[in-house]
């Protein structure tokens, strides 16, 4: 009997196979990265589909920033469910949080930017 073809498999091809449990916390997390990069397009399209009472620019440049950090969480729900799933199957310690800190950052900045809109 053959091995299932998996996708991707530059993930599947080397190491053992992890506790399946283990495997779907990891999937939880990519789906929990894919919903934050939705609520970051939700944000964005938001505030430039209502009508708030804020200077245009102020508004587009924190829709901008929602817009690369949705983009920004979507490539990290792919990058960090692929770099822990090798790290699982190879037995060696997790990745730790690549983009976590520019995605807080990112929030801030968008936040400021709206409120300093909304008082200008």
């Known amino acids: 009997m053959t091995a ?3 996708f991707p498999a ?7 196979e992890p506790d399946p449990r ?3 916390a990891n999937e939880r997390t990519f789906l929990a990265w894919l919903r934050t990069a939705l609520a970051m397009y939700a944000g964005a399209f938001a505030l430039e589909a209502l009508a708030l009472p804020e200077a245009v620019g102020w508004r587009a ?3 901008i920033v929602f817009l690369a950090l949705g983009t920004l969480a ?3 729900a792919w990058l960090g ?8 199957r190879a037995g060696t ?5 690549a983009v976590g800190g520019i995605l807080v950052i990112g929030v801030v900045v968008a936040a400021a930017l709206v409120t300093i809109g909304l008082y200008a």
């Open 4 to 6: 299932p073809r998996r």
């Open 93 to 97: 310690p997790l990745p730790g949080l």
């Open 22 to 24: 283990f495997s779907l």
């Open 81 to 88: 469910w692929k770099a822990t799933e090798k790290s699982l």
């Open 61 to 63: 440049a924190a829709s």
């Open 10 to 16: 530059s993930v599947y091809r080397d190491g053992d």
């Open 74 to 76: 979507a490539v990290q």
